[in-house]
């Protein structure tokens, strides 16, 4: 039986068709024998092209099944993960997501975890993302018998965690990182060989955890983080293969300082039976340096290009995870919107706020010195980048956020004829512990080094880290199957959503003629995909005078609040160019005291004009619950509790939230 919800269950709460379960007493079940991949319901109805050979999955159904994943994991063998105290590695982090106690704090006086932790429900995927960059670094510095172990830049990397992982995060906060030649050696040779052995790792514990039997219980992707950081702003990617027909080697932000060079050269590496794609997160830190065209020249040819390149490479991207909120940001003066509270859940960047922030600041000595600089944030000017968003300095790109961003798209696509920010979306822990999917308010235990303790949490640290930061969300797909390509293509397609940590199950179908009835019929699911289009996909356009109608439906998480509302998301160009958003309540209220388990809506939008581009997705509220540093301030001694537990300086509710992959219309040209 799958992990998230039993296929019975599912039926009555999604509202569609699904295949048996597997029998326990089902020799199928238990075979470990590869079969064809062309064996199965698959492939008489070609909704999955296999790439892999395997037994096919008992639990299949056409009208796709609800899979949670986290995509976003670091373990030991990430140069800046908490992991490197416990120890766990990538095999661990796939026990963790399968439902295994792994390895945790607090340590002994001799640095060993002696603490364990558990998911509290196990995974249905997941992809382990260690930074490309620093692999062969790492293991240098950190195997006795390599030729750089006794090196002073080792003895000083291994003096102190903080202290290596400065050492080492330096290089990719440049423009133009190289390898530091004392440890890699003049031409960087000796890190690229020495990064082998833990790649090799990494993709061998991938294949491990992979369920290749028809029980289809998890699946594990080979993949890595792409670790750009130019002028301390966010420019990071998750790469995710296929299948295991992956490259030698991951292509680093060192080897492709540019998402444009990134692609280019996974298209060289990744070849034959591989294939890949890029998930971008925490574009709220990345002062506009995830905004297409950064990085070449700007003719329309070249715009063209590469907004064709990323349309097939980079479909999807992370809207939420433990480094805050990317979906909108108020106060953005390009855009024509009314506020929205929900913006502000777990946001670390404000419009208009004025923020302090550490810097490095050099002596009159010429020693380097820790200072602090104060500046009020604002929007950038057209075709600028801003720097130090990593540290919440800087300027507010529309492309910061899928909102605004998805905007800039829709405007370019019309001048241009292809969408450079056509994304859907899906979350993420970003855990630096090995913990997949602990993303629990009422438990969590951490994801960086520094947050071991209630205490330690409720601290203030890096801007993302302590206070400032959250346990993370989940990764959604809708998939035929829980199998590497179902999944893989779900995400090609952006049948994908994300929560900000409940399992929270949306469905969302845009089409012409959807009817009154559709809520309360057994076959939504069917009659969504027969006459419509779901998440991520295009709407055609329809005849004269018609509205698009929209059928919105999700499901409570059991383990969690009740549903508040459901909330339509529009964005949508003008005659004269103007960028527009709409948040319209179309489910349930925002009244104190109501909550439902289901909520579902039919809805016609009366304001629309065929004659502009726009999009929209689904947002799904849960009422109110206690935020997890209310938890930790209710598990620390009265007279021990922070100033942050009674100030009111952060809240101590917040509204748990899904978003779907947006659905586009496009005028007819």
């Known amino acids: 039986m799958r992990s998230t919800i039993g296929c019975a269950l599912l039926c009555a709460l999604i509202l569609s068709g699904c295949s048996r379960e597997p029998d326990a007493g089902d020799p199928a079940q238990t075979s470990t024998e590869p079969a064809p991949a062309v064996q199965g319901s698959a492939a008489t109805d070609g909704l999955v092209s296999y790439t892999e050979t395997r037994t096919p999955c008992a639990d299949y159904t056409p009208d796709r099944m609800p899979l949670f994943g986290d995509v976003h994991v670091h373990t030991s063998f990430s140069f800046d993960a908490a992991a490197n105290s416990t120890g766990a590695t990538p095999s661990d982090a796939h026990r963790f997501a399968r439902g295994e106690p792994i390895p945790f704090w607090p340590l002994d006086e001799a640095g060993k975890p002696i603490g364990s932790i558990t998911i509290d429900r196990p995974l249905d995927f997941l992809a382990v993302t260690d930074h490309a960059e620093f692999l062969g670094e790492r293991a240098l510095c950190r195997t006795p018998d390599s030729p750089s172990y006794g090196s002073a830049f080792c003895t000083q990397y291994r003096s102190d965690q903080l202290v290596g992982m400065r050492m080492l995060g330096t290089v990719i906060t440049t423009e133009t990182p190289a390898r530091v030649p004392e440890l890699c050696g003049a031409d960087g040779s000796l890190c690229r060989e020495w990064a082998q052995g833990p790649w090799q790792r990494i993709v061998a514990a991938a294949e491990e955890a992979y369920d290749r039997s028809s029980a289809c219980e998890f699946t594990s992707f080979v993949a890595y983080e792409y670790t750009g950081t130019p002028g301390t702003s966010n420019l990071h990617r998750n790469v995710i293969f296929r299948n295991g027909d992956v490259p030698d080697g991951p292509v680093s932000y060192i080897d492709a300082p540019a998402d444009n060079l990134l692609w280019?050269?996974?298209?060289?590496?990744?070849?034959?039976?591989?294939?890949?794609?890029?998930?971008?997160?925490?574009?709220?830190?990345?002062?506009?340096?995830?905004?297409?065209?950064?990085?070449?020249?700007?003719?329309?040819?070249?715009?063209?290009?590469?907004?064709?390149?990323?349309?097939?490479?980079?479909?999807?991207?992370?809207?939420?995870?433990?480094?805050?909120?990317?979906?909108?940001?108020?106060?953005?003066?390009?855009?024509?919107?009314?506020?929205?509270?929900?913006?502000?859940?777990?946001?670390?960047?404000?419009?208009?706020?004025?923020?302090?922030?550490?810097?490095?600041?050099?002596?009159?000595?010429?020693?380097?010195?820790?200072?602090?600089?104060?500046?009020?944030?604002?929007?950038?000017?057209?075709?600028?980048?801003?720097?130090?968003?990593?540290?919440?300095?800087?300027?507010?790109?529309?492309?910061?956020?899928?909102?605004?961003?998805?905007?800039?798209?829709?405007?370019?696509?019309?001048?241009?004829?292809?969408?450079?920010?056509?994304?859907?979306?899906?979350?993420?822990?970003?855990?630096?512990?090995?913990?997949?999917?602990?993303?629990?308010?009422?438990?969590?235990?951490?994801?960086?080094?520094?947050?071991?303790?209630?205490?330690?949490?409720?601290?203030?640290?890096?801007?993302?880290?302590?206070?400032?930061?959250?346990?993370?969300?989940?990764?959604?797909?809708?998939?035929?199957?829980?199998?590497?390509?179902?999944?893989?293509?779900?995400?090609?397609?952006?049948?994908?959503?994300?929560?900000?940590?409940?399992?929270?199950?949306?469905?969302?179908?845009?089409?012409?003629?959807?009817?009154?009835?559709?809520?309360?019929?057994?076959?939504?699911?069917?009659?969504?995909?027969?006459?419509?289009?779901?998440?991520?996909?295009?709407?055609?356009?329809?005849?004269?005078?018609?509205?698009?109608?929209?059928?919105?439906?999700?499901?409570?998480?059991?383990?969690?609040?009740?549903?508040?509302?459901?909330?339509?998301?529009?964005?949508?160009?003008?005659?004269?160019?103007?960028?527009?958003?709409?948040?319209?309540?179309i489910a349930g209220s925002a009244q104190a005291g109501a909550g439902h388990d289901s909520l579902c809506a039919v809805y016609s939008d009366e304001g629309f004009d065929a004659t502009q581009p726009a999009y929209y997705y689904l947002r799904v509220v849960e009422n109110a619950t206690p935020r997890w540093s209310a938890h930790d301030c209710a598990r620390v001694p009265e007279a021990q509790r922070p100033a942050v537990c009674t100030d009111g300086s952060y809240p101590s509710e917040i509204h748990e939230m899904a978003w779907t992959s947006p659905i586009w219309y496009r005028p007819k040209s």
């Not at 779900?490 to 929270?504: D, K, L, N």
């Open 264 to 585: 280019n050269q996974l298209d060289v590496a990744c070849t034959g039976g591989c294939d890949y794609l890029t998930i971008p997160h925490n574009s709220n830190l990345a002062n506009g340096r995830m905004a297409p065209y950064t990085a070449i020249d700007q003719t329309p040819e070249a715009r063209r290009a590469y907004a064709d390149h990323r349309l097939k490479r980079e479909p999807i991207m992370e809207i939420f995870q433990h480094k805050g909120g990317s979906e909108c940001v108020n106060g953005l003066g390009s855009i024509l919107s009314q506020p929205d509270e929900l913006c502000d859940v777990e946001q670390v960047r404000f419009m208009g706020r004025e923020e302090t922030f550490a810097v490095t600041v050099r002596q009159a000595d010429g020693s380097i010195g820790a200072g602090q600089r104060t500046e009020v944030t604002v929007e950038c000017e057209p075709g600028e980048v801003g720097a130090s968003g990593m540290l919440g300095a800087g300027c507010v790109d529309k492309t910061d956020f899928i909102r605004s961003g998805l905007l800039v798209g829709l405007a370019e696509e019309a001048e241009l004829g292809s969408n450079p920010v056509k994304l859907g979306m899906i979350a993420s822990t970003d855990t630096h512990a090995a913990t997949p999917g602990a993303a629990s308010e009422t438990n969590w235990a951490g994801h960086v080094t520094g947050e071991s303790t209630p205490l330690e949490r409720l601290q203030p640290g890096l801007l993302t880290s302590g206070i400032d930061g959250n346990p993370g969300g989940l990764a959604g797909v809708w998939a035929v199957e829980n199998s590497r390509d179902a999944i893989f293509e779900a995400m090609q397609r952006r049948e994908v959503f994300g929560t900000s940590g409940p399992r929270i199950v949306p469905r969302f179908f845009a089409g012409w003629g959807f009817t009154d009835d559709l809520c309360g019929s057994q076959d939504l699911a069917a009659r969504g995909y027969a006459q419509g289009v779901p998440m991520g996909g295009d709407l055609p356009t329809g005849s004269a005078g018609a509205r698009p109608t929209f059928v919105a439906y999700a499901v409570r998480d059991p383990a969690s609040a009740q549903l508040e509302r459901l909330q339509l998301v529009k964005g949508w160009i003008d005659a004269q160019g103007g960028q527009h958003a709409d948040v319209i309540d």
